[in-house]
């Protein structure tokens, strides 16, 4: 392992690997987010994260879809749910073929954010992981899905 990871002041050399790995995601992570937070301004990287989550989905996502697609509990993902249905961003309606679930879908204003913020944070990014190649990418995208499935099965 590199020397220094994280500092002069911090010995790591008795932790397992694993213990060092799982301290650099997190190191990652909330450098990551302080990043995301500092560039989007009026939202933050969860919110952000939650309204890109959006997207992706084949038909409109329930909170429990976005819960599982973030990562999260559904009481995490309501509380974004509602900070985004109050500020705007989102909507949600009665599904249709089942009334106990409400879909979520992206107002005009959180199109025209995500459309207004997409070349600035697609820089950033490729800026951030300009340091990983192609194949190191692959490497780290199925290390982490194995990792991601690992802890879900728990």
């Known amino acids: 392992m590199k020397n220094n990871l994280f500092g002069e002041k911090v010995s790591y050399e008795n932790f397992a690997p694993p213990f060092v790995l799982i301290a650099l995601m997190s190191?990652?992570?909330n450098r990551y987010q302080s990043a995301a937070n500092a560039f989007f301004k009026e939202l933050s990287w969860q919110q952000m994260f939650f309204l890109n989550g959006v997207t992706l989905f084949k038909e409109a996502p329930s909170i429990k879809d976005m819960a599982d697609?973030?990562?999260?509990?559904h009481q995490n993902a309501n509380k974004l749910y509602a900070k985004?249905?109050?500020d705007g961003y989102?909507?949600?309606?009665?599904?249709?073929?089942?009334?106990?679930?409400?879909r979520i879908y992206l107002t005009d204003k959180a199109q025209?954010?995500?459309?207004?913020?997409?070349?600035?944070s697609s820089e950033s990014v490729k800026e951030i992981f300009?340091?990983?190649?192609?194949?190191?990418m692959e490497i780290l995208i199925d290390a982490m899905a194995k990792l991601t499935?690992?802890?879900?099965e728990k």
């Open 149 to 152: 499935e690992s802890v879900g």
């Open 84 to 86: 985004l249905l109050q």
């Open 130 to 136: 300009s340091v990983v190649s192609d194949d190191e």
């Open 27 to 29: 190191r990652f992570v």
């Open 90 to 102: 989102i909507v949600s309606q009665q599904d249709g073929n089942d009334r106990r679930k409400q």
């Open 69 to 73: 697609f973030l990562g999260c509990t």
């Open 112 to 120: 025209s954010f995500l459309a207004d913020n997409k070349v600035g």
